[in-house]
């Protein structure tokens, strides 16, 4: 596809559980970003991926969460034992080089709904 | 630190003006707005890179003052598709201490735009 596309949409889980959230990012982009956004609030950003490599994970709010990235393309985000303070919707963009003057283009997100 | 933003919420009819600050009590890199509309995602609309500078398309604008902190994000003649949700985005460090164009955001400005 032409855009960054991310699945599932929504994901409503128990508490507890683990959840897998999975990001394709705009063909030949090298730079990759997971954010978060709690209802009404802005974007808080998670951890960002140069190619397979993540330079800055320096928002993962705790050890539950953790991303990789594969053959430099797509990227999973995954909560483990989730909480039902992980409820938000996290979102994914990339960018073409992660250079400061790029700008990033946003998947739909993924709506995550911890019970 | 995240930057903050003014106003929090603005109703506007069609064909009137808004203005959207972007505040940081530390200095300012560069500056990106996007604006997201609700259940979508964030859409760019501009990156501002160096103080003083200033840009625009159609008429939606945006100017930096470096030394100042702040940004400011200028709607002339609203029109009912001007509404959503704007966020200002800013790096956290200088350069060399930001790595691949990570972005903290501002808690965004809601704009609703009536007939």
């Known amino acids: 596809g032409a855009g960054v596309s991310q699945s599932p949409s929504n994901k409503v889980t128990e508490k507890g559980k683990d959840v897998e959230l999975r990001c394709d990012p705009i063909?030949?982009?090298?730079?990759l970003y997971w954010y978060r956004q709690s209802l009404g609030q802005g974007l808080e950003f998670l951890i960002y991926f140069q190619g397979n490599s993540a330079p800055d994970k320096s928002g993962l709010p705790s050890d539950r969460f953790s991303a990789e990235r594969t053959g430099g393309s797509v990227s999973t985000l995954t909560i483990q034992r989730t909480q039902q303070e992980d409820s938000a919707v996290y979102l994914c963009?990339?960018?073409?080089?992660?250079?400061?003057?790029?700008?990033?283009?946003f998947g739909p997100g993924t709506r995550l709904t911890v019970l | 630190q995240q930057p903050v933003q003014s106003p929090q919420a603005v109703i506007l009819r069609e064909g009137e003006d808004a203005v959207i600050n972007c505040s940081s009590s530390?200095?300012?890199?560069?500056v990106h707005w996007y604006r997201q509309k609700h259940g979508e995602a964030p859409v760019f609309l501009m990156i501002?890179?160096?103080?003083?500078e200033q840009k625009g398309h159609d008429k939606i604008s945006a100017s930096f003052n470096e030394k100042k902190q702040q940004s400011s994000l200028y709607l002339t003649a609203s029109q009912l598709s001007y509404s959503g949700t704007y966020f200002c985005?800013?790096?956290?460090?200088?350069?060399?201490?930001?790595?691949?164009?990570?972005?903290?955001f501002g808690q965004g400005t809601e704009l609703s735009v009536k007939p």
């Open positions: 530390k200095a300012l890199y560069s």
């Open positions: 985005g800013t790096e956290p460090g200088p350069l060399i201490y930001n790595q691949g164009g990570k972005l903290i």
């Open positions: 063909s030949g982009h090298t730079a």
């Open positions: 963009a990339s960018s073409f080089s992660g250079s400061r003057a790029n700008e990033q283009f």
């Open positions: 501002l890179l160096k103080g003083g």
